[in-house]
């Protein structure tokens, strides 16, 4: 797969430089990369959310969401254009908010991410007891530090959240 490098200089209303951005994505990975994101996030909270609030409230929920999902990207592009492109978001909010916004908006999404990750090491230190209860035969007593949450929480986030 190819990928273009594009490098582009912006300047805020001030006409003060900010700082170069460079991209390398193309559609088809941003693409991916939001659907492996929303359809992984998906598969694990759409049976609760439906089972919590029904089909009527939840798919009611459900096209909710994607109304107001669909009208957010469409301001998304919006920005874009009068920003120019290619954009990020660092761009975007540092054009509409200054650096004050772009700071606050950079905390957001930092924090969202370690939130997703926590959501998923949760996941994890819930599910797999599960698993070893079901591949052991054997009785394990209930003490067993392979059956403790805990355990699965701490080892999931050192082999796959520490080396990252």
Known sequence: METDLHVRRATSRAGSPLIAE???????????????????VGMLAMPAALASAGWVGGLSLLAFAAL???????????CVDHVGRPATLSCITSAAFGPLGRALVDVAVASFCASC????????????????????????????LWLRRETWIVGSALVVVAPL
Request: charged content about 15%; aromatic content about 4%.
């Open 68 to 78: 107001a999902s669909a009208f957010a990207s469409s301001l998304l592009v919006d």
């Open 117 to 144: 990750a926590i959501g998923y090491l949760i996941v994890a230190g819930d599910s797999l007891p599960d698993v070893v209860r079901a591949l052991d035969d054997s009785a394990l007593p209930d003490e067993s």
């Open 22 to 40: 460079a991209s390398g994505a193309t559609l088809a990975s941003s693409i991916a990369n939001l659907t492996n994101t929303n359809v992984g």
